[in-house]
Each structure stands twice: as structure tokens, then as C-alpha cells.
Nanobody
Framework: QVQLVESGGGLVQAGGSLRLSCAAS????????MGWFRQAPGKEREFVAAIGWTGGTTHYADSVKGRFTISRDNADNTVYLQMNSLKPEDTAVYYCAATKRLAWLLPSGYDYWGQGTQVTVSS
């Protein structure tokens, strides 16, 4: 069992930065892949980034490549999403998720979810 709590969201101007954190409880964090997803009003939840349990493998959605960086600290049971050069279209609720399966790019591939944190980017 893994419990996830996101933090770090807020309101930022276009071009600004935010760092999201996801604190995990449970012994299996260090052997779980972690992902960030987002959901804007009226849209489906979409993949943003994922990281393997060692931190050596990462994947990004094309829309955030070069702007967002996912990282993890297994000693602190925390995964991060550094978001730079934010755009209004990045506005959404951001969720972190954990999985031991291999379908990292799909919401259905994850077993545990946080409650989400709102990110709003003004133009």
C-alpha cells in the first residue's frame, strides 16, 4: 500500500517556475515507478512524466520535454516535478501516481494516486 500527498502547486505567471513534490508513505515506494499526470477542466487525465524506481529511466510527454524534469529521492520517499517556462496551457490539477507495473504512460497503469494539486498559469 502506498499513500501519496502532492504539494507545491499555485498561481504563477507565464514563463515562471514551480516545483511539485509528492510525499509517499509505505515500504514499496523505492521499488515503484512514479508518474505525474494532469487534468484540465473538461479534459481527460493526461500523462506528463514518469520515472523508474532507480531514477535511471525517465519519460516525458512531448508537450513538456525540455521544460519539466522529474526526479526522486528514495531516502525521503519523495518524487518531484520541476516545471520551468510554464505556459497557460499547463494549467491543470497535477496528480502523482505509483505503480509496480510497466504501463507507465497510461493512467490505467497506476495503482495509487494522490489527491492532486492545482497549478494555474496566467498569461
Amino acid at each position: 500500500q502506498v499513500q501519496l500527498v502532492e504539494s507545491g502547486g499555485g498561481l504563477v505567471q507565464a514563463g515562471g517556475s514551480l516545483r511539485l513534490s509528492c510525499a509517499a508513505s509505505g515500504r514499496t515506494f523505492s521499488t515503484s515507478a512514479m508518474g505525474w499526470f494532469r487534468q484540465a477542466p473538461g479534459k481527460e487525465r493526461e500523462f506528463v512524466a514518469a520515472i523508474g524506481w532507480t531514477g535511471g529511466t525517465t519519460h516525458y510527454a512531448d508537450s513538456v520535454k525540455g521544460r519539466f524534469t522529474i526526479s526522486r529521492d528514495n531516502a525521503d520517499n519523495t518524487v518531484y516535478l520541476q516545471m520551468n517556462s510554464l505556459k497557460p496551457e499547463d494549467t491543470a490539477v497535477y496528480y502523482c501516481a505509483a505503480t509496480k507495473r510497466l504501463a507507465w504512460l497510461l493512467p490505467s497503469g497506476y495503482d495509487y494516486w494522490g489527491q492532486g494539486t492545482q497549478v494555474t498559469v496566467s498569461s
